[in-house]
């Protein structure tokens, strides 16, 4: 059956959509049996950081989509590029051709990165990017004769994408289980989350970084520093509320990888082009990678694409005779997508999003940490546009939620009455249980507000129903 675009009854479109997306649809990491008996949420357009249903009802896109639309939703000149790329050149390969729009964003990415990162990767999504920085780390060290190198360090409950590549770089267990055995290699080292830091260490964030640091250099010893290719870290760890680096993080953590010779890759999927209130998180705490790994919003979502930037030294095994990265995606560097890209970048300079992100960061952490008078808010934490809320079931002890509550809370009753009342963000319980924003940079006081207010009327419903 085909689905009538019956634009004089919409009632009757929007069911008949329903029912449609029912028979034919299946939505990624999501329970498919919770629309026996309820609808399946639907997005039909996008304004600013608006985004609008089926039925023509408003909601505040809290987590730009996800973690994607930095500078909004309904941009026509962004879309339009693209159409005008389409019409000019819709598609060609990478694979021993260039076109000219991804030479162009090659060189303006080279131009907005850190150090000496000028040379671009292109991919099209963040796993790929992840599983592209893993392949030519692991090449590379084979390329200059050190070949036991291919062990990745990466944080607990860090997520790095669903490729099986990726998945072993996830510090997540739940969502690896199912896909076992995983390349070898994926080794665990702790993250940053000072709010759950050791008890010796819990009161001098200065020292529990140094010790999380420290913990990636032990981890080098115990495997073996030959055997170890790359720590991929998050500038600021999304996966379990944001983790943001304590002061001096990443410099020791720079030290360690330059002193037993292993690649820091910046995994920037999220963090980079304005989240943090510059174009590549790694500039915000003050460290240079050997790779930036990026996606999401290099295009804000007007087209997919991703990418791993390296510099020449990385690349220098691969420009000689018939060296060749042994590696590529047919849709990496889609035209479409890098002039849509291209565009993205004009409308973060013509705006000035990252100027916008840095004058409102303040104002956007004291909007939410208002939130802190409620009893099930335990910490606000994040930095930029970017910050996660753990609820906890006792502020003074930290006491967190059983499975049970936690499902029934979360699950059941926040992340359905969250979107009810007109905020897009995330309910996550993949690590303590959050909630987590990251809002298009174009966000000012008044949408700031608005999520505390929602927040602040669901949060409360929730503690009564505990
Ligand atoms: C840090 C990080 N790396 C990698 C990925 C995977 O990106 P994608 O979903 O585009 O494959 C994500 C996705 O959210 C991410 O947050």
């Keep these: 059956m085909t689905i009538s675009r019956d634009t004089n009854d919409p009632a009757a479109q929007a069911a008949a959509w329903q029912a449609s997306a029912k028979k034919h649809m299946w939505l990624h990491f999501t329970r498919m049996s919770t629309f026996a008996d309820s609808d399946m949420p639907m997005i039909v357009r996008g304004s600013g950081p608006y985004v609008f249903d089926q039925h023509g009802k408003r909601y505040l896109d809290g987590l730009s989509g996800l973690f994607v639309s930095q500078i909004g939703h309904g941009r026509t000149e962004v879309a339009e590029a693209g159409a005008r790329q389409g019409s000019e050149l819709a598609y060609f390969p990478l694979w021993s051709y260039a076109h000219p729009r991804a030479i162009e964003l090659a060189e303006r990415l080279a131009d907005l990165a850190p150090g000496d990162l000028n040379r671009v990767f292109f991919t099209t999504s963040g796993s790929e990017a992840v599983e592209s920085a893993w392949k030519l780390a692991k090449q590379y060290f084979k390329a200059i004769g050190e070949p036991a190198r291919y062990k990745v360090l990466s944080r607990d409950i860090a997520y790095h994408g669903t490729t099986m590549g990726a998945l072993a770089i996830t510090g997540l267990a739940g ?3 199912p896909f076992e055995p995983l390349p070898p290699g994926g080794v665990r080292v702790p993250n940053t989350n000072f709010y759950r830091a050791p ?3 819990a009161h001098d964030l200065t020292a529990f970084g140094r010790w999380a640091a420290d913990e990636i250099e032990r981890a080098i010893l115990r495997e073996g520093p030959e055997s170890v290719a790359a720590v991929v870290l998050e500038p600021l760890q999304n996966s379990g509320g944001c983790f943001p680096p304590p002061p001096g993080y990443f410099e020791r953590v720079r030290q360690i990888c330059d002193r037993y010779g292993v690649l820091l890759v910046s995994d920037e999927v999220i963090c980079a082009f304005g989240r943090l209130g ?6 915000r705490y003050g460290y240079q990678p050997d790779i930036i790994t990026f996606a999401k919003g290099v295009t804000s979502g007007y087209a997919p694409l991703g990418g791993m930037m390296v510099s ?17 995606v047919t849709f990496a560097g889609h035209p479409v997508s890098c002039a849509i890209a291209l565009a993205n970048l004009d409308v973060f300079e013509k705006e000035d999003l990252l100027g916008n992100v840095r004058a409102r960061q303040d104002a956007f952490r004291a909007t939410l940490e208002k939130l802190s008078d409620l009893p099930i808010v335990g910490d606000v934490r994040g930095d930029g546009y970017f910050y996660g809320i753990e609820m906890v079931k006792d502020k003074a002890t930290r006491e967190t939620f059983t499975d049970e509550e ?3 809370l979360l ?9 009810d009342a007109g905020l897009v963000c995330r309910a996550d319980d993949r690590g303590d249980p959050v909630i987590q924003l990251s809002p298009p940079l174009i966000c000012t006081q008044e949408h700031f507000d608005e999520m505390e ?7 409360t419903e929730a503690w009564s129903r505990l």
């Design 406 to 408: 936690s499902e029934r």
């Design 278 to 283: 510059y174009y590549f998180g790694c500039e």
């Design 199 to 201: 008890e010796f260490m």
């Design 453 to 459: 207010q929602i927040l602040r009327s669901v949060l």
């Design 312 to 328: 020449d030294a990385l690349m220098e095994p691969f420009s000689k005779g018939s060296a060749t990265f042994l590696h590529g």
């Design 411 to 419: 699950r059941g009753y926040m992340s359905h009455a969250l979107f």
């Design 175 to 177: 969502l690896k289980q």
